[in-house]
């Protein structure tokens, strides 16, 4: 059988990515595809606790980029190479581009860090697609300030987010043939119209 899809969706914490990931999920079910719908961290068991860990609990640097591909290992393991091995699409809800961000830009890891911990943990698997939820930090701000309490990453000051979004168009840059940039400053509608383009060809 052939292998399923692999979607994920990046953004700064505001940028809306969670809103668009069941309409999205309905656009590939509609055209008759098996969806799984998952994140990170978290996305199983284990991973759900780890991610309790992670939005709550301060540690260091280090530890948070080793927790986070923990997370991910067990996640690829248990759920994500056996659903691309029975064809399903997978869309998940940040991945490791998420590390390079805020590990790398956020916090300083060194990016060659974290690519040894990529290249264990992957083992060679990419994402087919990366949707990057692009907008300027100051709308960011206003969107999270208006939806919901912040966890340890959300309370972080204005310019460990500016790093993050840096480090995610740095990444975008470098990998133009996965990473797809999504303007997500305008209307959901909007947004949505540059989905459906971008995925012309994949649905
Ligand atoms: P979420 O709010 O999009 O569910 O993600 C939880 C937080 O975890 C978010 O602030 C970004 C952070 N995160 C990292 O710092 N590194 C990672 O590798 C991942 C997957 C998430």
């Given amino acids: 059988m052939k292998r399923g899809l692999f979607i994920t969706l990046e953004g700064v914490d505001g940028a809306g990515k969670s809103t668009h990931l069941e309409w999205l999920a309905g ?102 697609l990366t949707l990057l939820f692009d907008l300027p930090e100051a709308l960011a701000q206003v969107r999270r300030a208006a939806t919901r309490t912040a966890d340890r990453f959300e309370r972080e000051q204005t310019d460990f987010h500016a790093r993050v979004r840096a480090a995610y168009l740095q990444r975008a840059a470098r990998h133009p043939e996965r990473i797809r940039v999504i303007d997500a400053s305008g209307s959901i509608e909007a947004v949505r119209a540059q989905l459906e383009q971008v995925l012309t060809g994949w649905l």
Avoid at 53 to 77: D, I, K, N, S, Y
Avoid at 85 to 107: I, M, P
């Fill in 27 to 128: 656009l590939f079910r509609a055209r008759g595809h098996a969806v799984r719908v998952t994140r990170e961290p978290g996305g199983t068991p284990l991973g759900e606790r780890l991610r309790a860990l992670l939005l709550t609990e301060p540690m260091h640097a280090e530890t948070e980029a080793l927790l986070m591909f923990a997370a991910r290992c067990e996640h690829l393991h248990a759920l994500i190479r056996p659903a691309l091995a029975a064809g399903e699409v997978v869309l998940c809800d940040r991945f490791t581009d998420a590390s390079y961000a805020y590990q790398g830009g956020g916090r300083g890891l060194p990016a060659a860090r974290l690519a040894i911990l990529e290249d264990w943990v992957h083992g060679g698997l990419q994402p087919d």
